[in-house]
T-cell receptor
Framework: QQKVQQSPESLSVPEGGMASLNCTSS?????YFWWYRQHSGEGPKALM?????GDKKEGRFTAHLNKASLHVSLHIRDSQPSDSALYFC???????????FGQGTILKVYL | AQTIHQWPVAEIKAVGSPLSLGCTIK??????LYWYWQATGGTLQQLFY??????VESVVQLNLSASRPKDDQFILSTEKLLLSHSGFYLC?????????????FGEGSKLTVL
C-alpha cells in the first residue's frame, strides 16, 4: 500500500481560482513533509516544506499540516497557467534516507 | 551556485542492449546522491542512494546497478535492458541525511526501450 496518498488524481481550475491538493500519510514515523512540482519534461522542484502543525504561507502557496491525522494540504491562490504541472507530496522520517513520494496530482489551470 | 547535469537527455535503445546514464553535481562537496525512476506521469521511485564515494545502496531490485566513481558523479547502468526499464530517470542530491532535507533534482533522462 502506498504510504503517501494524494487526492485528487487530477484537478482543473480557472485562471485566478483556488486549487486545493490533499495528501495523507499512513506512516506515523513521517515527520517532515514537502510539496514538489514537476512541469512536463523537467525534473521536480521543491515548492515548500512544512514540519509543524498549522499553516505555512509562501506567496500564493499555503500548506497546512495536521500531524494527528497525518494530513497535508496545499492551496494555490490566484492560480496561473504556469501552475499547470504534476504536484507531489513527499514525506520523510526523522531518521533514514528515504523521501517517500505520493502518486501525484495533475493540476491544469485553464484560461 | 550548485548545478546538476544529467546525460544523455534521451535515449532509444533495444531490449537486451546495455545502458549507461550519468549525473554530475557541481558546487557541492560530498552530497548525498540518489537515482529515481518515474513512469510517464507516475510517482517517483527511489532506486539507489549514495552517501560517499564508492558506496552505493540499492533500494529496489530492477536489474540495474549504480556506481559513484567520484564525489560529484553518479552512474546508472545495466548490461541488458528490459522493456520495463522505459521511463524517466532522475538524479538528485541532498545535503541532509534523513530528516527534513530537500532533494534537488536534475532535468532527467528519458529512456525508451523497444
Amino acid at each position: 500500500q502506498q504510504k503517501v496518498q494524494q487526492s485528487p488524481e487530477s484537478l482543473s481550475v480557472p485562471e485566478g481560482g483556488m486549487a486545493s491538493l490533499n495528501c495523507t500519510s499512513s506512516d506515523r514515523n513521517f515527520q517532515y513533509f514537502w510539496w514538489y512540482r514537476q512541469h512536463s519534461g523537467e525534473g521536480p522542484k521543491a515548492l515548500m516544506s512544512i514540519f509543524s502543525d498549522g499553516d505555512k504561507k509562501e506567496g500564493r502557496f499555503t500548506a497546512h499540516l495536521n500531524k494527528a491525522s497525518l494530513h497535508v494540504s496545499l492551496h494555490i491562490r490566484d492560480s496561473q497557467p504556469s501552475d499547470s504541472a504534476l504536484y507531489f507530496c513527499a514525506a520523510s522520517a526523522s531518521s533514514g534516507q528515504k523521501l517517500v513520494f505520493g502518486q501525484g496530482t495533475i493540476l491544469k489551470v485553464y484560461l | 551556485a550548485q548545478t546538476i547535469h544529467q546525460w544523455p537527455v534521451a535515449e532509444i535503445k533495444a531490449v537486451g542492449s546495455p545502458l549507461s546514464l550519468g549525473c554530475t553535481i557541481k558546487g557541492k562537496s560530498s552530497p548525498n546522491l540518489y537515482w529515481y525512476w518515474q513512469a510517464t506521469g507516475g510517482t517517483l521511485q527511489q532506486l539507489f542512494y549514495s552517501i560517499t564515494v564508492g558506496q552505493v545502496e540499492s533500494v529496489v531490485q530492477l536489474n540495474l546497478s549504480a556506481s559513484r566513481p567520484k564525489d560529484d558523479q553518479f552512474i546508472l547502468s545495466t548490461e541488458k535492458l528490459l522493456l520495463s526499464h522505459s521511463g524517466f530517470y532522475l538524479c538528485a542530491w541532498s545535503l541532509d541525511w534523513g530528516g527534513p532535507g530537500q532533494l534537488y533534482f536534475g532535468e532527467g533522462s528519458k529512456l525508451t526501450v523497444l
